[in-house]
């Protein structure tokens, strides 16, 4: 049986997420490492910032927009998906029901070219996927796998166009830095009084990218762009709330001229998400990574700096190779300004 799934890139921990991940064994590759939780691998200019360093404090703003512009929207990127042309009137009653329908509800588009999307107008994200797969083979009729860097050029140029369409300005993307993943197809054998025997390999690639200001991810504007070992493009997500901030990239400050400072040490805030850790579940955190990155709890408040800290759980009286089995992750929120409480990441 095929299984297509994903693995925490620290400890191998299964993930089970939005996105369908199910249990699987690592997919050994020597360029890139497997996706788990983005915060856990983004790249931050303030992760090791000393107390007293400053950063521009934003709030954000979201587009507003009518289900004939989202119709418009997802019928060009439905173009680029399939090569083939999409119009507003193959895309809008998809678009029409996702104002209606309940969040992550898909619907597809009138082509039948298996192509189906849905948009969240609380947070201008729109994800689109084209569900009808295909291989293509070598001389050897085995499928055809790009490499990481030939999917990391597909990315790049899509990000370029998607800079056409308004939902994204590449020159403040960390389109250099990605989250790269990779899917894997699981061939599990069983048969009667024998270990189950299983083989991974390649389905896909994934990249996450996020908007950055001034080398800071804001995590709540961001893009992903899964890549089929084929070459074809099978997801597109693309969040549209963006900072309010003025600047070129790299010297972004406020509209408002306000700023926030640092309070707490790096291991101030790794301690504070431990103990926050430790008391919230009934398992021992066990330090993983921990990144500083902008990140809004509600539509309703600012950007705030926060230190995600990523642990491994694992029972007191467990050994290092029952902890995944045992307790999971968590990844824990510090505000380091020193203003309000911990909390889990759920995002």
Excluded at 205 to 218: A, D, E, L, Q
Excluded at 248 to 264: F, Q, V
């Amino acid at each position: 049986m095929n299984n297509p799934c994903r693995v925490d890139p620290v400890c191998g921990t299964a993930l089970i997420d939005s996105d369908g991940a199910t249990a699987c064994p690592l997919v050994n590759s020597s360029e890139m490492p497997l996706e788990g939780m983005p915060t856990r691998v983004l790249t931050s200019s303030l992760t090791t910032a000393p107390v007293g360093t400053t950063a521009p404090a934003f709030s954000a703003v979201r587009a507003s927009r009518s289900k004939e512009e989202v119709a418009d929207i997802a019928a060009a990127i439905a173009t680029r998906m399939t090569d083939k042309t999409f119009l507003r009137q193959d895309t809008l009653q998809a678009a029409t029901d996702s104002f209606s329908k309940p969040r992550y509800h898909y619907s597809d588009t009138n082509t039948g070219e298996g192509v189906a999307f849905w948009y969240d107008p609380a947070r201008d994200r729109l994800r689109m996927i084209d569900y009808i797969v295909e291989d293509t083979f070598d001389e050897n009729g085995d499928p055809t796998v790009i490499s990481p860097s030939e999917a990391a050029i597909i990315v790049k140029d899509w990000v370029g166009y998607l800079d056409q369409s308004g939902m994204a300005k590449s020159p403040y993307w960390s389109i250099g830095t990605p989250v790269i993943g990779e899917i894997a197809e699981i061939d599990m054998e069983l048969e009667r009084g024998q270990q189950p025997h299983s083989r991974s390999t390649l389905w896909a690639y994934t990249f996450s990218i996020s908007r950055s200001v001034n080398g800071v991810p804001f995590d709540e504007q961001a893009a992903k762009i899964w890549i089929h070992r084929s070459g074809q493009v099978i997801l597109v997500d693309l969040a549209g709330v963006a900072p309010k901030t003025v600047g070129k990239p790299g010297l972004e400050y406020s509209e408002g001229g306000g700023i926030l400072t640092i309070r707490l040490t790096p291991e101030e805030g790794i301690a504070r998400a431990a103990n926050f850790a430790r008391t919230t579940t009934s398992f021992e955190p066990k330090y993983v990574s921990d990144v500083v990155v902008y990140h809004r709890r509600s539509a309703a408040v600012n950007a705030e700096l926060v230190r995600f800290v990523n642990f491994v759980l694992q029972s007191p009286d467990s050994d290092a190779g029952l902890r995944a089995v045992a307790g999971g992750s968590i990844s824990v929120g510090i505000p380091i300004t020193g203003e309000g409480e911990p909390f889990v990441n759920s995002d």
